[in-house]
């Protein structure tokens, strides 16, 4: 069974700090996706990563995949309360008949 | 309307209580999701409905019931529940299944709670 294990669990951060999440596994996925989660709403995508090393940047959020594609990375540029939310990760696992295996979420908090 | 809509929003029902949930996607998607989400945990898929039929059923206990009428609805029937059924159940949508290809878009959730 393929895992994927998030860190941290939990952050809590002022505003204009940066930060960085990890995604781990010891398996390989074919691609990756993040996601962020708000308050009461369902989790939205922000970006899909297929190739081993690459890096896709969105405004301050900087999301790589390693070369190997078993782990990512997001680091977010000055945070800002906007920020504030639950961030997922998501591979597809080439072992479990690429089914999405989902990390447990990293909760994130800036406070202004 | 556009994107994934749940009713209802939030949901308390006794153990011995039948309810429903209701799911409805304006994308034009080929498949729905059904996944559990409980706190600290990955995402439990539990029902994948591809073209109307069902491709994924992972080990879920029979007191929850999916249907899939048509493409664009999916609801999960639910009757005599645990307390630890107690979630935040997500309905989510894909152009195809499997959807590495196909990112997944989200409704906003039902939260349920069983007394």
């Known amino acids: 069974t393929q895992l994927l294990e998030q860190s941290p669990q939990f952050l809590s951060i002022q505003e204009g700090e940066n930060l960085t999440v990890y995604c781990n596994s010891s398996s390989v996925f074919s691609s990756l996706q993040w996601y962020r989660q708000e308050p009461g709403e369902g989790p939205v995508l922000l970006v899909t990563?297929?190739?081993g090393g690459e890096v896709k940047k969105l405004k301050r959020l900087t999301f790589q995949f390693g070369d190997a594609r078993k782990d990512s990375s997001l680091h977010i540029t000055a945070a800002q309360p906007g920020d504030t939310g639950l961030y997922l990760c998501a591979g597809v696992g080439v072992d479990s008949n690429y089914q999405l295996i989902w990390g447990a979420g990293t909760k994130l908090i800036i406070k202004p | 309307e556009t994107g994934v809509t749940q009713t209802p929003r939030h949901l308390v029902m006794g153990m011995t209580n039948k309810k429903s949930l209701k799911c409805e996607q304006h994308l034009g998607h080929n498949a729905m999701y059904w996944y559990k989400q409980s706190a600290k945990k990955p995402l439990e898929l539990m029902f994948v409905?591809?073209?109307?039929?069902?491709?994924e059923n992972n080990s879920v206990p029979s007191r929850f019931s999916p249907e899939c009428p048509n493409s664009s609805h999916l609801f999960l029937h639910l009757h005599t529940l645990q307390p630890e059924d107690s979630a935040l159940y997500l309905c989510?949508?894909?152009?195809?299944?499997?959807?590495?290809?196909?990112?997944?878009?989200f409704g906003n959730g039902t939260r349920l709670t069983v007394t």
């Open positions: 989510a949508s894909s152009q195809d299944y499997p959807g590495y290809n196909s990112p997944l878009h």
């Open positions: 990563v297929v190739t």
């Open positions: 409905y591809s073209l109307e039929e069902r491709v």
